[in-house]
RNA sequence: GGAGAAUUGGCAGAGUGGUCGAUUGCGGUAGUCUUGAAAACUAUUGUACCGAGAGGUACCGGGGGUUCGAAUCCCUCAUUCUCCGCCA
């Protein structure tokens, strides 16, 4: 959610951002301004009417307790309208309120202004390529063919028990999952992040806290008759412990993790996208989450930047890294940067990592605060990242290392597989 | 799932219809005293919002209601604890 106070000091700089997105905001922006003043009139208005309301039934408490019942009751009668009158303009003020908060919950985050210009994927910035693919394979397979020449994910079976979506890793390929998970949860510890293991359901204020509600509500599982929603990441959970939160100085800097299963409905989905492990409803996530004050958030970033670059490499992997331009870059983010790893066997670029901003629009919904120097309150930044997501790496993986002996294990990996080697 | 008890400011804990945003203790902050510290004493110490300001409004688990007036009465939901049932 956009402060209203940047929206009011900063008009045309917040026209410009949502513009990025190809988003014509100028109305919107003026019926805010308006409905936020109406809002304020009405607000003292209906404060006055309190006032003189809470004074004069002091007053009547004074007179009942001196014994002047007849006054107190002429002033009864007094308050009768007023009481009325302030009802009338409570309903107003509420009626306002909401109005006004709607409005500002449907406007996106405001782009940063090195966020370039786009409608839609092909106009991201490449800002980073590394080398080349390991395989030396001329016609590489593709990782549904190796999992299952080397039985280790099984998609008819997950069909069979859920639905599509939804595979049964087996043997070495669960083995390698788990190896995954492990690896990254203890790379992000020796980065100074607190491992969490959190709920996969959550309420909905958390959905709303974060940005996946009420915007996007098709994106997640819903379980009816509890009320709850499966998380889509562990973004949810691990941002929204923070919720209604005052740290009591600027002294901080909240660096968090945690792994978890990631739950989508990803409706509309079809073809190429989703074969394989390319997509799926339920996959493996590590992520990391920070939450600074605004002079410490450019640096965090850098830090989460070389923190997924440094996992890809340690993996061997093939993979460049994006600036997603205004119409690819997500709701709640102010920038997002992508990862995405070389698929050999595809021939394509399938992306494991997103690593975004949020500066103030999270934590705005969350009422994620921090006094600063002079103890005033001020709304803290959030940041989070992938770090990594897991089919996709699987994939990159047995695509990029396939040989005819079978697929080699990268060395940082093997303490955690217990083997070199899949065969 | 059933029965009972509870939920008050950073914490502990008073308060059952009328200057209660809330007694008190601890803690925090500032000061006095001290070479320094401790102790003692004094003062101060919640959040959000409206207002140019003076000031005002709201908040005693959440929501609703009764009343001129609610922390206090009523309804409802949530959470915690105890007992029973069930269960990894």
């Known amino acids: ?79 009768v309208e007023l009481k009325k009158q302030e009802a009338t303009q409570k309903t107003r003020v509420e009626e306002l309120q909401n109005q006004l908060s709607k409005a500002i919950m449907a406007l996106p985050n ?18 980073f390529e590394s080398g080349s693919s390991p395989t030396k394979e001329s016609a590489p397979k593709a990782h549904w063919d190796l999992a299952k020449e080397y039985q280790l994910i099984d998609f008819e079976l997950g069909v069979k028990v859920t639905g599509a979506g939804f595979p049964f890793y087996r043997g070495k ?29 959550v309420n909905e204020e958390s959905g709303m806290g974060t940005g996946q509600l009420p915007d996007k509500e098709g994106m997640m599982y819903h379980v009816g008759e509890d009320d709850l929603y499966l998380i889509p990441t562990a973004e949810v959970p691990l941002t929204n412990m923070y919720r209604n939160t005052l740290l009591p100085n600027d002294d901080f800097s909240i660096k968090i993790t945690g792994h978890t299963p990631c739950f989508r409905r990803e409706a509309g989905s079809y073809g190429k996208d989703v074969r394989g492990l390319n997509r799926l409803h339920q996959f493996e996530k590590v992520e990391i989450v920070r939450i600074e004050k605004p002079e410490n958030v450019e640096s965090a970033l850098k830090e989460m930047l070389d923190h997924v670059k440094s996992l890809l490499e340690k993996l061997g992997l093939q993979y460049r890294i994006l600036k997603l331009c205004g119409g690819d870059t997500g709701f709640a983010a102010s920038i997002t940067y992508d990862f995405e790893v070389y698929s050999a066997g595809q021939d394509k670029w399938l992306e494991v990592s997103s690593v975004s901003r949020f500066d103030t629009f999270q934590s705005n919904r969350l009422k994620l605060r921090y006094k600063d120097e002079n103890k005033k309150s001020k709304l803290c930044h959030t940041l989070n990242g992938s770090a990594l997501a897991l089919p996709r790496i699987v994939a990159a993986l047995l695509e990029n290392n396939q040989s005819p002996q079978g697929i080699k294990i990268p060395e940082p990996l093997v303490p955690y597989t217990g083997f070199k080697i899949i065969n």
């Open 1 to 79: 959610m956009i402060e209203i106070q940047r929206i009011k000091e900063n008009r045309a700089e917040v026209i410009a951002g949502l513009k990025k997105r190809g988003l014509d905001s100028e109305k919107d922006i003026e019926k805010i301004l308006i409905v936020d003043q109406q809002w304020r009139d009405a607000k003292t208005e209906h404060q006055e009417t309190s006032a003189n309301l809470n004074t004069i039934s002091k007053e009547v408490g004074k007179l009942f307790s001196s014994g002047e019942r007849n006054q107190a009751e002429v002033l009864k009668n007094q308050s």
């Open 110 to 127: 405001i782009l940063r202004p090195e966020v370039p210009s786009g409608n839609d994927a092909e106009e991201n910035e490449l800002i």
């Open 173 to 201: 390929g669960a083995k390698l999952q788990r190896a995954l998970i492990s690896f990254f949860l203890e790379e992000a510890s020796n980065a100074g992040y607190e491992e969490f293991s959190s709920p996969l359901m």
